[in-house]
């Protein structure tokens, strides 16, 4: 089976700490994404990455950065955490000029006290 | 930009009953339109996808949905609906034929449905 991990499901941190998220695909795939996922604003998107090393903002990478230093491990980090960036963040990942579909990992719900 | 609209927060229908849950999306080109399934605290699923071809398109779990070029439509159908169906549905589009920058997937806010006894 395909797989899409998020190491962490849960997590509680303080506002101002430096927070990673991390995601791993088993897949070989290309591309990778990093979504948040709030009520009634569905899914949107904080950044992706077509190959290693390499980056792109999606529509709100404020207060976000990635590192994608290996194909497999895409990182989400955000470098001061505050309280608006409670939320579940979603990993996903895709073979890259397919036509299929995104696999998702089990998501991070990250509550910042 | 590209952008879905689910008019639709939630669905309520019963079970055995036809569901349908509304997508319409805006793009430039051809689109490529998928339909996701979320439950509970969980990653979401593929369900079904519409890239060419016959506008009707069939999914996991019994799910359809009908492409509708001239209404920018992608309704999810199905013609019995279960308890178990009970989730929370997206619908995505993204541009066709585009690599690079255009490869995005954008994803409505979502439909809850409820099926009941």
């Known amino acids: 089976d395909v797989k899409v991990t998020q190491s962490s499901r849960y997590l509680v941190k303080r506002t101002g700490e430096k927070v990673f998220l991390e995601c791993v695909q088993d897949?070989?795939?290309?591309?990778m994404f990093w979504y948040r996922q709030d009520p009634g604003l569905g899914l949107r998107l904080i950044y992706f990455s077509y190959d290693v090393k390499m980056k792109e903002k999606g529509d709100i990478p404020e207060g976000y950065s990635v590192s994608r230093e290996k194909k497999e491990r895409f990182s989400l980090i955000l470098e001061s955490a505050s309280t608006n960036q409670t939320s579940m963040y979603l990993c996903s990942s895709r073979l890259a000029g397919s036509t299929g579909e995104l696999f998702f990992g089990e998501g991070s719900r990250l509550t910042v006290l | 930009a590209q952008s879905v609209a689910q008019p639709e927060d939630q669905v309520n229908v019963a079970e055995g009953n036809p569901l349908t849950v509304k997508c319409t999306y805006s793009?430039?080109?051809?689109?490529?339109l998928f339909w996701y399934v979320q439950y509970p605290n969980r990653g979401l699923q593929f369900l079904l996808k519409y890239i060419t071809g016959d506008n009707l398109v069939k999914g996991s779990y019994g799910f359809e949905a009908e492409f509708n070029k001239s209404q920018t439509s992608f309704h999810l159908k199905k013609p019995s609906a279960l308890v178990s169906d009970s989730a929370l549905y997206f619908c995505a589009v993204r541009r066709g034929w585009i690599t690079g920058g255009g490869n995005k997937l954008t994803f409505g806010t979502g439909t809850q449905l409820k099926v009941e006894l």
């Open positions: 897949m070989d795939h290309e591309n």
């Open positions: 793009v430039s080109g051809n689109p490529y």
